[in-house]
């Protein structure tokens, strides 16, 4: 079963691919020239998306089984690139602001990555390589920078960064 409902806005750029069975992609998009690229192999895959604003852009890419990702963006120019693997994996994004950035990947099975930026000019990198990985990021402000690498089994993370011009880079491997 292939369900497939894109409404988009005004001047909303679109470009979707889904293969086999059981794969699911809703997606909204209202302003002016927003971008949404997707593509999903596999089956119970499930991608929703909502842009609201000027110049947004989401590019999402899934593989394997039982993967979701989540992406909702609001402001000017904001950013995210999504790349997932395996098997039960999940991201999450909200964005609101302008110019946020969000860079994620993840290979293996059972990760799970959560975005939250709020304000302008934030940015994420984050890559999941194993499994039973879990990462949380949340940051509010201007120009904070994350920048994150797990592999191994049972790694976590949790990050908070509030204000202005802050910078975390952390490396967890087993």
Known sequence: MKKLLVIAGV?????????????????????????????????????????????????LTQKGNTNAAFNEQFGIA??????????????????????????????????????????????TVGIQIGSSNHAYSLQKGFGNSLSYKQSGNHDSLDAYQKGAHNTAAIRQSN
């Not at 690139?81 to 395996?86: E, F, I, L, P």
């Open 78 to 123: 904001n950013s995210l690139t999504s790349k997932q693997s395996g098997a039960i994996n999940e991201v999450d994004s909200y964005q609101k602001g302008g110019f946020n950035e969000a860079e994620l990947a993840q290979t293996g099975s059972s990760n799970y990555i959560e975005v939250n930026q709020v304000g302008y000019d934030n940015h």
């Open 11 to 59: 001047s909303a750029l679109m470009s979707t691919s889904v293969f086999a069975d059981k794969n699911e992609v809703y997606m909204d998009q209202i302003g002016f020239g927003n971008d949404f690229a997707s593509s999903q192999q596999g089956s119970a895959n499930t991608l929703n998306s909502l842009q609201e604003g000027i110049k947004n852009k989401a590019s």
